[in-house]
């Protein structure tokens, strides 16, 4: 077995990949689902149609792993530090990320594309839930657990409040993002989340809430 040829195919179908799921990315967010194609997909990156399916067989695999990209970059955002120290600060660190993500082109792109499809496409609508914002507020609901274990935060239900959390945190500044109304600025962002941690740790951690 060559161990070489192998690892240096691997690394060609990894760059492959990744070079289909941005060419993707841009004629999906361009097009919206119902007029993007695969081979508007093919167009833009060029070779062979065999390629382009082995990688993804369907429009709608395709689209799944566009979600799961954009969504990895969210999930990143939220992964808190091995030593987690002042519950407040890695709160604001994670939520500055967090917003963040959701303002960027990309995030704003695909939350865009959702709200215009998703009516049409009710599968679709599923498949981004589950592997965006779901995924997101699934994650952070598990650290919150880890954090009513060690008796930092008192919280009945981690999920209602992770989902909770992540809303304060989204508020009207995503909206007025996605709207095109105004882009936020870093000092905004870091504003709404300060604000929202605050918000949550007095009613999670009383004996935290300022006075």
Known sequence: MNTTFEDGHARRQAVRRAEILAAATKVFFEE???????????????????TLYNHFPSKEDLFAAIVVNVSDRVLASLQPPVDVGDIR???????????????????????RAMISEAPHFPELARTFFTNGPGRASGHLADFFREQKKLGVLKVDDPQLAA?????????????????????????RIRETVGHAVEIFLCGAAPDLCND
């Open 163 to 187: 989902e909770q959390f992540l809303s304060m945190i989204r508020g009207e500044i995503h909206l007025v993002a996605a709207l095109s109304i105004r882009k936020p600025t870093k000092k």
């Open 89 to 111: 600060e890695t709160l604001v660190t994670m939520g500055i990320s967090y917003l963040s993500v959701l303002v960027s082109p990309d995030g704003l792109a695909l939350y």
């Open 32 to 50: 919206g689902y119902g007029r993007a194609t695969m081979d508007k997909v093919l167009a833009e990156i060029g070779g062979s149609k065999r």
